[in-house]
């Protein structure tokens, strides 16, 4: 078992199960009693005009999660404090994981935050192909 111990919380990857880390995302986070949560909104790929910045997939993907950082610091915190992201991919096929689990690693690095990924038919806009939501907790 692998435990990552982050601030404030502790990631798990469980013996018994796969590695999912070069995939983009820790199987469970633990989250000590006190802690504070912060609860990001679903972010895009947008300008501060809210518009999209660009058509292309990795594009958006990597400005979602400077979005979620941007968010972040707004309450003091960082990456380092997500403990688990939602993310939601229109017309999601294989071929997407590769560039999210690349943007993942530019971010977290290699302890990733629990995730899940949902693939879904579309997003607010029609220019949105990807949306991630993020609980980040603070001690």
Do not use: C
């Amino acid at each position: 078992m692998t435990n990552i111990e982050r601030a404030p919380h502790t990631l798990v990857n469980p013996d018994g199960l796969h590695d999912p880390t070069p995939f983009g995302y820790s199987h469970t986070a633990v989250i000590p009693a006190g802690t504070e949560l912060v609860l990001v909104s679903g972010q895009y790929g947008s300008g501060p005009d809210g518009a999209v910045v660009s058509p292309d997939f990795t594009d958006q993907v990597d400005r979602t999660f400077r979005n979620i950082a941007t968010a972040l610091a707004a309450h003091g915190l960082d990456l380092g404090h997500v403990v688990q992201l939602r993310t939601y991919i229109v017309n999601h096929d294989i071929s997407k994981l590769g560039p999210i689990a690349a943007a993942v690693r530019a971010h977290w690095g290699t302890t990733p935050p629990a995730q899940t990924l949902l693939g879904v038919a579309s997003l607010a806009t029609p220019d949105m192909l990807f949306e991630v939501e993020a609980v980040a907790a603070r001690p």
